[in-house]
T-cell receptor, first 113, second 113 residues
């Protein structure tokens, strides 16, 4: 079945760039998402990319997709302390009729001043 | 900006009791979902719902679970006889179209004692 994996923890200094990585296993047409979860809050959709794209940029966020390696990354430029949160990679695919999101474990990003 | 809302934010119940978790999806959305996140684990898909029918469900979604859209705005998840292992954060999500991005509510924390 589908599986999504992420590293658990990333620590950066304010003003640096953060890169959060994710790998997935699905081979069919896929949408890949990044969600942000702040303490005690729900899942906020940040951005997404379809598997026929290589890159998507949205203000400080850049998503890169390496289809061959099934590797997705989220780059946050000029990281701020308010970016501290858990970031989830998730996918839906043609295999499941795009009906369910499969989530990674989440990467906890800590931004220090 | 339209958002998904969920009530209550926290529900405490005794084992064996029935609970109903409520969600109000975004008003023009047609696809509705429930997910859960047991503490320290991945967010897991439970069920998807469209046109007053379940379109997909996971192995977790057994006979103890049911979903309903009782009116034009609410979407509910019922657990008939709660178990200790049902303790989790339950998230509702909605999307405008079948392969559309899913927007999540803030979650209901269910504690079964």
């Amino acid at each position: 079945g589908e599986d999504v994996e992420q590293s658990l923890f990333l620590s950066v200094r304010e003003g640096d760039s953060s890169v959060i990585n994710c790998t997935y296993t699905d081979s069919s047409s896929t949408y890949l998402y990044w969600y942000k979860q702040e303490p005690g809050a729900g899942l906020q959709l940040l951005t997404y990319i379809f598997s026929n794209m290589d890159m998507k940029q949205d203000q400080r966020l850049t998503v890169l997709l390496n289809k061959k390696d099934k590797h997705l990354s989220l780059r946050i430029a000029d990281t701020q302390t308010g970016d501290s949160a858990i970031y989830f990679c998730a996918e839906t695919s043609e295999n499941t009729g795009f009906q369910k999101l499969v989530f990674g474990t989440g990467t906890r990003l800590l931004v220090s001043p | 900006e339209p958002e998904v809302t969920q009530t209550p934010s926290h529900q405490v119940t005794q084992m064996g009791q029935e609970v109903i978790l409520r969600c109000v999806p975004i008003s023009n959305h047609l696809y509705f979902y429930w997910y859960r996140q047991i503490l320290g684990q991945k967010v897991e898909f439970l069920v998807s719902f469209y046109n007053n029918e379940i379109s997909e469900k996971s192995e977790i979604f057994d006979d103890q679970f049911s979903v309903e859209r009782p009116d034009g705005s609410n979407f509910t998840l019922k657990i008939r006889s709660t178990k200790l292992e049902d303790s989790a954060m339950y998230f509702c999500a909605s999307s405008e179209r079948e392969n559309g991005e899913q927007y999540f509510g803030p979650g209901t924390r269910l504690t079964v004692t």
